[in-house]
């Protein structure tokens, strides 16, 4: 059934951000059958030349300033009218196969709300792309050697690499929560679609590649962007789930320790390192003085 009709059930949609090196290696792997939709966060270097010239049929969505990867997928799943959307990082690369598998495994498991692929890195190797719970991670220490799974598993979390939404779940859910501007935005779609009752299952036998490290233009003020949201989220993610009170006690945590270890690489001329931890720290300090990361207004009854 999901091959003879999948690209009248599907939509692919992905978010861009100054992802010149990397999106033409994707667009070229879209299948010329597939709908497309790429939503533009602001991107000053050529991606939206790459995007017209290899995709000249996608919709193109362009916002005037950076929205974020969840509220960018945002923009895109509200005009979304398939069964499913592929929502897709500009750095992976598909396989018609790959995309066959995940809609197939929905059909087979229409409780599920979201499937995620094997996800190999550019060497082939497998990068874990499944997990427990973010509260549960820890106790579980470094996952090496794990032997991949031979069939498909319900599981707490897919990466957000390449996953398949049914969308009449993330409806049901409202899809990214609008208040994360980047990073761990995954983790909560997945808590909130496992919350409604939607499993989330890893196909292994759907496989795609994730290039990674390539989706913007690496500099300083990109490492401090990334660090301070990494930080920034983690801690919004424990308030929600787990409370304010929580929240502020691991918010004065981070701040405390990466202040130091920030102090300590800049004493040993790490500026590097230095760099990314100071970021992480202001990351903690803005969180617990309530600056919002999202840049979306507030939405008003």
């Given at each position: 059934m999901a091959t003879k009709d999948i690209w009248s059930r599907l939509?692919?949609?992905t978010v861009t951000h100054n992802g010149g090196q990397v999106v033409g290696n994707m667009l070229e792997t879209v299948p010329a059958e597939a709908s497309l939709i790429v939503v533009?966060?602001?991107s000053t270097d050529d991606t939206l030349d790459?995007?017209?010239s290899l995709a000249p049929?996608?919709?193109?969505?362009?916002?005037?300033v950076g929205l974020g990867y969840g509220n960018g997928m945002n923009c895109g799943l509200k005009v979304v009218e398939t069964e499913f959307a592929l929502l897709v990082n500009p750095d992976s690369v598909l396989t018609e196969e790959a995309i066959t598998k995940?809609?197939?495994a929905a059909d087979s498991f229409p409780e599920g709300g979201l499937f995620g692929p094997t996800v190999l890195n550019p060497d082939g190797s497998i990068e874990l792309s499944h997990d427990?719970?973010?509260f549960a991670r820890s106790s579980l220490g470094k996952r090496v050697g794990e032997v991949s799974p031979e069939g498909p598993i319900s599981a707490d979390?897919?990466?957000g690499a390449v996953v398949l939404l049914r969308m009449a779940a993330g409806r049901e859910v409202g899809f990214f929560d609008p208040e994360i501007f980047l990073y761990y935005e995954d983790d909560d779609i997945c808590t909130r679609l496992r919350q409604a009752g939607h499993s989330v299952i890893l196909v292994p036998s759907a496989v795609i590649t994730h290039i990674g490290g390539g989706s913007v233009r690496p500099n300083r003020a990109y490492y401090w962007e990334k660090f301070w949201h990494?930080?920034?989220s983690r801690l919004y993610f424990e308030k929600k789930y787990h409370g304010a009170s929580s929240a502020r006690r691991l918010g004065w945590r981070y701040a405390l320790r990466y202040a130091l270890k920030a102090l300590g690489y800049t004493l040993v001329w790490n500026r590097t390192k230095a760099w990314r931890d100071a970021a992480r720290c202001a990351g903690a300090l803005g969180f617990l003085f309530g600056k919002r990361a999202s840049v979306v207004p507030i939405a008003t009854a």
């Open positions: 939509t692919i949609l533009d966060n602001a790459i995007v017209r049929k996608a919709k193109l969505i362009c916002n005037e995940l809609v197939e427990v719970n973010m979390f897919v990466s990494i930080s920034w």
